[in-house]
T-cell receptor, first 108, second 110 residues
C-alpha cells in the first residue's frame, strides 16, 4: 500500500499554529516523508521532507514519530495565504505517490 | 537556479483529437522527470516518470504516452483524446529526493 492517511479537512485560526497529522504506517526504512501543498489551480509547492529526525525550514517544521508511522506538519503562525490542500506522501527510489491531502482553512 | 516550464497553460480539445504537452527544465542536468494528472477535486495521479533520455516508466495504463527526446524535455502525448482525459496536467523534476512542479496545463476535452 503506497498511500498515506490524512484528515480531509482542518480549520485553524489565523496567527495560530496549524498542526497537520499524517499516518504512514506502511513506510519502509528507506522511504522519506514529504509534505507539499497546492493552492487552487497551481502546481504543488514543496514544503519539507524528512527520514527519521525532525526537520525545520523557513516554511514549517516536520515532526516524525520514533516508529516513523506518523508525522505532523507544523505551520507555526498560520496566515490566510496558507489556505491550501496539504499533501503528505512517502516515497523514495524516484517515485512519490500523492494521496488525497488535507484541505486547510485558515479562519480570520 | 532551476526552472520548469510547461505549455500550453490551457487547452481545449475535441474528443478524438491528438494531444502534445511539453515540459522543459532549465538549470539542471539529468533530472528525473514526471507527469501527473489531477482530475477536478481529486489528488494527483502519477502517470509517467523518466530517469533518463528514452527511459519511460508508466504507472497507469491508458491512452496516453510519454517521451523524453532530450535530457531536459518531457512530452506527454495522445493519439485520440477521451472525455476522461480532462484535467490538470503537471510536470515535475527531481535531482535528488525532492520533486519540484511546473505551473501545469489545464486540459478540457469536449
Amino acid at each position: 500500500d503506497a498511500k498515506t492517511t490524512q484528515p480531509p479537512s482542518m480549520d485553524c485560526a489565523e496567527g495560530r499554529a496549524a498542526n497537520l497529522p499524517c499516518n504512514h504506517s506502511t513506510i519502509s526504512g528507506n522511504e522519506y516523508v514529504y509534505w507539499y501543498r497546492q493552492i487552487h489551480s497551481q502546481g504543488p509547492q514543496y514544503i519539507i521532507h524528512g527520514l527519521k529526525n525532525n526537520e525545520t525550514n523557513e516554511m514549517a517544521s516536520l515532526i516524525i514519530t520514533e516508529d516513523r508511522k506518523s508525522s505532523t506538519l507544523i505551520l507555526p503562525h498560520a496566515t490566510l495565504r496558507d489556505t491550501a490542500v496539504y499533501y503528505c506522501m512517502k516515497g523514495g527510489d524516484d517515485k512519490i505517490i500523492f494521496g488525497k491531502g488535507t484541505r486547510l482553512h485558515i479562519l480570520p | 537556479s532551476q526552472t520548469i516550464h510547461q505549455w500550453p497553460a490551457t487547452l481545449v480539445q475535441p474528443v478524438g483529437s491528438p494531444l502534445s504537452l511539453e515540459c522543459t527544465v532549465e538549470g539542471t542536468s539529468n533530472p528525473n522527470l514526471y507527469w501527473y494528472r489531477q482530475a477536478a477535486g481529486r489528488g494527483l495521479q502519477l502517470l509517467f516518470y523518466s530517469v533518463g533520455i528514452g527511459q519511460i516508466s508508466s504507472e497507469v495504463p491508458q491512452n496516453l504516452s510519454a517521451s523524453r527526446p532530450q535530457d531536459r524535455q518531457f512530452i506527454l502525448s495522445s493519439k485520440k483524446l477521451l472525455l476522461s482525459d480532462s484535467g490538470f496536467y503537471l510536470c515535475a523534476w527531481a535531482a535528488s529526493d525532492t520533486q519540484y512542479f511546473g505551473p501545469g496545463t489545464r486540459l478540457t476535452v469536449l
